[in-house]
């Protein structure tokens, strides 16, 4: 399985942002796509995941209210949409998918980042 995310890039504060990411490989279900970020010199943190069979969200408090995630109309593919972005959104953004049917989310596939960089 092989998650290629995509739409980073320079943007002023306040603007608005949409990552992509898109999964393509052979015999795997999504149970879960999510986002994390990576903060230079910080650890990796959680953005939002959405739930494949239901498109049910989470967004975690630090970016509730200017980020939604959703499921795009092409296959197996997900989106992040940043508004009023903030200099401390300034990361490497990472999708992550979980393929595995259980009571639990555990990411076993990640994508290789994309930068977004909030300049002043």
């Known amino acids: 399985v092989q998650l290629q995310a995509s739409g980073g890039g320079l943007v002023q504060a306040g603007g608005s942002l949409r990552l992509s990411c898109a999964a393509s490989g052979r015999g795997f279900s999504i149970q879960v796509m999510g986002w994390f970020r990576q903060a230079p010199g910080k650890e990796r943190e959680f953005v939002a995941r959405?739930?494949?069979?239901?498109?049910?969200?989470y967004v975690a408090d630090s970016v509730k209210g200017r980020v939604s995630i959703f499921k795009g109309n092409s296959k197996n593919t997900v989106y992040l949409e940043m508004s009023s972005l903030k200099l401390e959104d300034t990361a490497v953004y990472y999708c992550?998918?979980?393929?595995?049917?259980?009571?639990?989310?555990?990411?076993?596939?990640w994508g290789q980042g994309t930068q977004v960089t909030v300049s002043s």
């Open positions: 959405i739930a494949w069979s239901n498109a049910g969200t």
């Open positions: 992550a998918l979980d393929s595995t049917p259980n009571y639990k989310i555990e990411y076993d596939y």
